[in-house]
């Protein structure tokens, strides 16, 4: 049997997805089932004076009206289940429905629940509430300023939190020959999963147990959320995912919503279901990036960078959302330095408030923020010392020699060979034919440019014990059970909790390789607490880094048992038998052998077993990792730039990802391109936008330009492997690099053809009008 | 989001959709692919008490020749315009508009008069068939009337149609003989309108451009007609230098909104000299 680990199998969950057969969460249908719908503030800050529902219970088919005063002293606050250490964190009480201010618009004041969703949409429409609007901010430098409208009374400022890291590296920049500094703004973007949130609640009054079908990445830690708010203690509350349409961070927190039909559902005791909107989805599911960056860089004249110094102020909207707090910080801001030997370092954020819908992890979290910051910076540095950028990044970058590497925030890179992945990408691009050709068209009055993104990231979030140490508020280990039947086929139990990563198929061949199975013999169970003991979800590309070494962890114990029957049987010491693809034989007996089906067989019937052993055969394993994992790369853009229009092409895009071992290269391969059509997506189309008042201004698909298939040329991607030393698997995580490393390299190319016009920064996303705007300042084409 | 409650009729005749429009013009809008008022009524912009829904009128579909030009049904889809052998051969110009409207669902179901009657600012339609010169058949209450296409926009969103009246043929004169055409578009990376569309064709005689038409959609608050572009190439060699500066012309032949930047001014000069250039190339 050839490997399967390393084969492109196609994905298992398709088989059932493509032909509409999924069973997402507005997919249940449920006898009894009622409908909500949302009343939520058209204004982004107001007091709530008066909430009248006595229209809306009257039109037919309405079974009840909420309001935030009905929920008050039931439900609790929706809890923030990340506080970064020594920052000073307050917490933002957010209710489930507001009863007092509102601080977004978008947020929900009351719910109506009706027997069908039309019926429950038009009657909210009918509670009237009476606001007293009070201005709102939107931006988070101004929510700094003195006097700007508080967005919670009892806190200063707006700050949330004042979280440092490192050490002063004022020295370093007071004796630097070179100091660079420059401001960034990292826009906001609307997640856009392709499925919207939705919530569908059954409470069985015959148990007091709660089932909570639900739109999330990790069904156990909604389980303890939801448990707290709602009082019902976990061992009687189910949270079920199925199949989730997607996510990129935005179903991480526990939102309002599910817990109001939680509630509903108990108070009504009929099941209730709610299915959020597109524009809801644009307004009030979280967010993500939002950042003002101030950055600087010391460096010698002769393009050693010695320090990096970064002062941002995060925009968290109005409410800080369940993970909120650690994207800024922890993901951002231990690891500002990017892939570079930078000695000196030290970062500083500022947690700022907005009346704006709350943002929390969007697909990277954190490390596009970080890697945007230095990849831009060096490129800038580097033309401030007058070299080559891709000479400075050879010069800066960590050498292969150094793993593990720990940075200046004390974070230890686990593996890396950074020059040779930036080698591979060199050998696909002719760099000096490419600035031949530039200098030539630049004479034409053509401009292109070519830009890189040597990056790192930190995946596989992460040890126990660093989340421990690094505020988050709960465990970041992993459960697996594998479940050998009679016959041989196996269930595999995972904690982690894919939604459209496809990891039935990436586990299940884990499973094949190590067992010896044919990968059709395994089915991989997720995203069920009642079937799961378990678990903490999907998110910072951990599944397959901390779910599928778990899951290894787990096959070894099923092995080492039936390693023992299999010896038993052949009347053979343990040491003396062999396993390999499905067979135990005797060491140099090759021809007496024990199937792996058989052993199970045996294992069940406890006919004759080894002396105290138990019957059955299944592992169960908990495996809390050593270390985050680190992949890494390069990415080269090539763009050209229409001067008449503004128009951007990307002409190549060239991708050299380190993600480790990979065991699915075609699912490697649509993780890199889903996630680099998001990352240049944030560079050339998307963006959120709030007018003063807090409307969001890009409410919908008309306005907000989510990238098509067609913007974008063939992606050629290709691969260095340096597997994770400490993780079984030797797997680094791939889920979110696209969207990591595109970023900056595309920005990078745009300022590079640009250089001839003197321009070299724009904010993002750098539309074509923005492109020709800065041209025609310039002076226009010459 | 769902729209609020409507009542529904299907009509058989035009006489039928006018006598119902008639009974509550206010409140009552006839229906055809549903792509641009299905969305207002559910986002609740657009409050209909009932939709008259014209798919099953005759009367309503087909193309034909109509004294040397083309008759087309208001409810023809833009699939159909796309690919109608008549169309094509006729009025290719109008054929190529109508292929790269939205997306191939919205083409299935999108039809040539919602399209007109919509008359959003940034509808791909209008700016082909102003440039081939076409005329409406409008029937109300007792009467039919017939309008230039040149004078049914007023603003955005609003058209000379009353509430009473149904818009039943597009009256599409034949393009020129040997006239070349091209409607070039750009598309809004979020919508797929155009953030300007140009339809221009040119009939070129003799080495002089003998007659041409140019016209502008998405970047006004109507479409409207570059004549003092055409004003420049009419009787001019087909030249660089003529495409030129009736490229300079296009901005100031009609209304451009939002161009405080003079970025939109700037798409016209470019688009229209690359539609005009595209023409040229094909003239050969
Ligand atoms: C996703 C999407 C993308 C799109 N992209 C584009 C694009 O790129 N370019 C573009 O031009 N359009 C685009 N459209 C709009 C599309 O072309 C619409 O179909 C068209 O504008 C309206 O045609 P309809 O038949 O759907 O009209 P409807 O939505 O049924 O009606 C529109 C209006 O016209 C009125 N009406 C319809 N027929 C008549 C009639 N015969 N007489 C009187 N009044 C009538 C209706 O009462 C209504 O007020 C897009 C639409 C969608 C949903």
């Known amino acids: ?782 | 989001m769902y729209t609020a409650p409507f009542d529904y009729r299907r009509a058989h005749d035009t006489q039928e959709v006018v006598t119902w429009l008639q009974e509550d013009p206010d409140n009552t809008k006839i229906i055809a692919g549903g792509h641009s008022l299905l969305p207002l009524m559910k986002l609740r912009l657009a409050s209909v008490a009932r939709l008259v829904d014209i798919s099953q009128v005759a009367e309503l579909q087909g193309i034909r020749e109509d004294m040397g030009g083309l008759r087309i049904g208001a409810f023809t889809r833009h699939a159909q315009l796309a690919k109608d052998p008549a169309v094509r051969e006729a009025a290719p110009l109008l054929a190529s508009a109508a292929a790269v409207i939205g997306d191939m669902q919205v083409r299935n179901r999108g039809t040539i008069g919602g399209s007109l009657c919509h008359a959003d600012p940034a509808a791909d339609l209008p700016a082909a068939l102003l440039a081939l010169n076409a005329e409406l058949v409008i029937a109300g209450p007792g009467t039919e009337r017939r309008e230039s296409l040149d004078a049914f926009f007023l603003a955005p969103f609003i058209t000379t149609l009353a509430a009473d009246e149904v818009l039943t043929a597009i009256v599409v004169p034949r393009m020129v003989p040997g006239a070349k055409s091209t409607y070039l578009k750009r598309p809004h990376p979020a919508s797929g309108y155009p953030v300007i569309g140009v339809a221009a064709w040119v009939s070129v005689s003799g080495g002089r451009v003998e007659d041409c038409r140019i016209a502008l959609t998405g970047i006004g608050p109507v479409p409207f007609r570059a004549a003092r572009s055409e004003q420049v190439l009419t009787g001019r060699a087909f030249s660089r230098e003529a495409i030129a500066e009736a490229a300079r012309e296009a901005a100031g032949s009609g209304t451009l909104e939002d161009d405080e930047d003079g970025y939109k001014s700037q798409l016209c000069q470019v688009y229209v000299s690359r539609a005009l250039g595209d023409i040229a190339q094909g003239a050969g």
């Open chain 1, 1 to 782: 049997m050839a490997d399967v680990i390393g084969s492109a199998l196609k994905r298992h969950e398709d088989i059932r997805l493509i032909r509409g057969k999924g069973q997402y969460t507005d997919d249940m249908k449920i006898p009894g089932m009622v409908y909500a719908s949302m009343v939520r503030s058209p204004y982004a800050h107001a007091r709530i004076v008066a909430v009248d529902t006595a229209e809306a219970r009257r039109v037919p088919g309405v079974q009840a009206v909420f309001t935030g005063r009905d929920l008050k002293d039931e439900v609790g606050m929706v809890p923030t289940a990340w506080i970064p250490p020594d920052s000073d964190m307050k917490m933002t009480p957010h209710p489930a429905l507001a009863y007092d201010f509102v601080r977004y618009a978008g947020d929900a004041v009351a719910v109506v629940i009706a027997d069908t969703p039309y019926i429950a949409q038009d009657a909210a429409d009918l509670v009237r509430v009476e606001y007293d609007a009070m201005p709102a901010v939107t931006n988070p430098r101004d929510a700094a300023k003195e006097g700007a409208p508080l967005v919670h009374e009892d806190i200063a400022g707006n700050v949330a939190f004042h979280w440092k890291a490192g050490v002063s590296v004022d020295e370093v920049f007071n004796k630097a020959e070179v100091v660079v500094r420059h401001e960034f703004r990292q826009q906001r973007l609307v997640p856009s999963a392709m499925e919207p949130r939705a919530a569908v609640a059954q409470w069985n009054a015959a148990t007091d147990e709660l089932t909570v079908w639900v739109t999330t990445q990790n069904p156990h830690i909604h389980r303890l959320l939801m448990s707290g708010m709602l009082g019902i203690p976990e061992h009687k509350l189910r949270v079920v995912a199925i199949d989730v349409g997607g996510a990129f961070g935005s179903k991480i927190a526990c939102y309002p919503d599910e817990v109001v039909v939680s509630w509903a559902a108990r108070k009504l005791n009929r099941p209730v279901k709610w299915t959020e909107t597109r524009s809801e989805n644009f307004t009030v599911t979280t967010h993500g990036r939002d950042h003002v960056e101030e950055v600087e860089v010391a460096g010698t004249k002769d393009g050693h960078i010695q320090a990096i110094r970064v002062k941002a102020y995060a925009n968290l909207g109005a409410y800080l959302s369940t993970a909120a707090p650690g994207v800024p910080t922890i993901l951002f801001g231990l690891i500002v330095n990017g892939a570079y030997a930078i000695p000196h370092a030290s970062a500083e954020v500022f947690g700022m408030l907005t009346h704006t819908t709350p943002v929390d992890a969007y697909r990277g979290a954190g490390r596009p923020e970080a890697t945007f910051l230095v990849e831009r910076m060096v490129d800038l540095y580097s033309e401030a010392v007058g070299m080559d950028p891709l000479a400075v990044r050879k010069i800066n970058l960590i050498p292969a020699d150094a793993f593990p590497y720990t940075n200046p925030f004390t974070l230890q890179y686990d593996s890396g060979n950074y020059q040779g992945a930036l080698a591979k990408a060199l050998e696909m691009v002719d760099y000096q034919q490419f600035r031949k050709e530039q200098d030539n068209l630049r004479k034409q009055g053509k401009y292109v440019g070519i830009g890189f993104s040597t990056y790192v990231e930190m995946c596989g979030l992460g040890p126990s014990e660093v989340a421990g140490a690094v505020g988050f508020q709960g465990g970041l280990w992993e459960s697996a059970t594998v479940r050998v039947h009679p016959t041989g086929k196996v269930t595999v139990f995972t904690g982690a909790s894919p939604h459209g990563q496809g990891e039935e198929t990436t586990f299940a061949q884990i499973v094949a390789q190590e067992l010896g199975l044919p990968p059709e013999d395994i089915e991989v169970v997720h995203g069920d607490t009642a079937k799961i003991a378990m678990g903490w979800g999907t998110y910072g590309s951990r599944t397959t880094v901390v779910g599928g070494a778990a899951i290894h962890m787990a096959d070894q114990k099923v092995i080492e048992k039936a390693r023992k029957i299999a010896a038993h049987k052949l009347e053979v010491g343990e040491d003396d038998v062999a396993f390999e693809q499905g067979l135990f034989s005797v060491k140099g007996l090759p021809a007496r052998t024990v199937t792996f089906q058989e052993a199970a067989l045996d294992a069940y019937l406890a006919w004759s077993l080894p002396k105290g052993m138990e019957p059955a055969l299944e592992g169960t394993a908990f495996y809390n990792p050593e270390n985050f994992t680190y992949p890494f790369g390069t990415h080269i853009a090539m763009v050209s730039v229409d001067p008449e229009t503004g128009d951007i092409e990307l002409m190549r895009y060239v991708a050299v990802d380190d993600v480790g071992i990979v065991i699915n290269p075609m699912l490697v391969e649509g993780q890199i391109h889903g996630g680099l059509v998001q990352g240049i997506g944030q560079a050339l189309y998307e963006g959120a936008e709030y007018d003063d008042q807090g409307q969001l201004l890009t409410g919908s698909f008309l306005d907000y330009a989510m990238p098509k298939a067609r913007f974008f040329p063939k992606f050629e991607t290709a691969h260095t492997v340096t597997p994770s030393p400490h993780n079984p698997l030797g797997v680094k995580g791939v889920g979110e690099t696209g969207a990591i490393a595109s970023t900056p390299a595309i920005v990078n190319a745009v300022m590079d053809a640009l250089a001839p016009f003197g321009i070299h920064d724009l904010p993002m996303p750098l539309t074509p009008r923005k492109v020709w705007q800065a041209i025609a300042a310039k002076g226009g084409t010459h």
